[in-house]
């Protein structure tokens, strides 16, 4: 199975910007459909961006569109999710997500998740 652990998380203002990384391990990094997911208290976890395996077709969620860029570096194996204009909404746990298929933007197949980085957006 793959190992993946996020990095980049912190504290930022209203109209700030955060990358957050999420480093693959165990396996062949480019078989793999990768995600981004965020989790807010009391809240369930909930989807923000996925990308396919070359990278070049992504999904957003509606509340990201715009703002978020989901992007992978195959030879890293290392997955990146930009976040510009950053909200006090965005406040969360994000997740890296890996799983063997993709199919409309949503990973199928065994998933493997990451420990998530808190993002913390101050108003």
């Known amino acids: 199975q793959v190992q993946l652990v996020e990095s980049g998380g912190g504290l930022v203002q209203t109209g700030g910007s955060l990358r957050l990384s999420c480093a693959a391990s165990?396996?062949?990094?480019?078989?793999?459909?990768m995600g981004w997911f965020r989790q807010a208290p009391g809240k369930e976890r909930e989807f923000a961006a996925t990308?396919?395996?070359?990278?070049?077709?992504?999904y957003y969620a509606d509340s990201v569109k715009g703002r978020f860029t989901i992007y992978r570096d195959n030879a890293k194996n290392t997955v990146y999710l930009q976040m510009n204009s950053l909200k006090p909404e965005d406040t969360a746990v994000y997740y890296c997500?890996?799983?063997?298929?993709?199919?409309?933007?949503?990973?199928?197949?065994?998933?493997?998740w990451g420990q998530g980085t808190q993002v913390t957006v101050s108003s």
């Open positions: 997500a890996a799983a063997n298929n993709m199919a409309g933007g949503r990973l199928t197949g065994a998933t493997y």
């Open positions: 165990g396996r062949t990094f480019s078989n793999y459909a």
């Open positions: 990308i396919n395996y070359g990278g070049g077709i992504t």
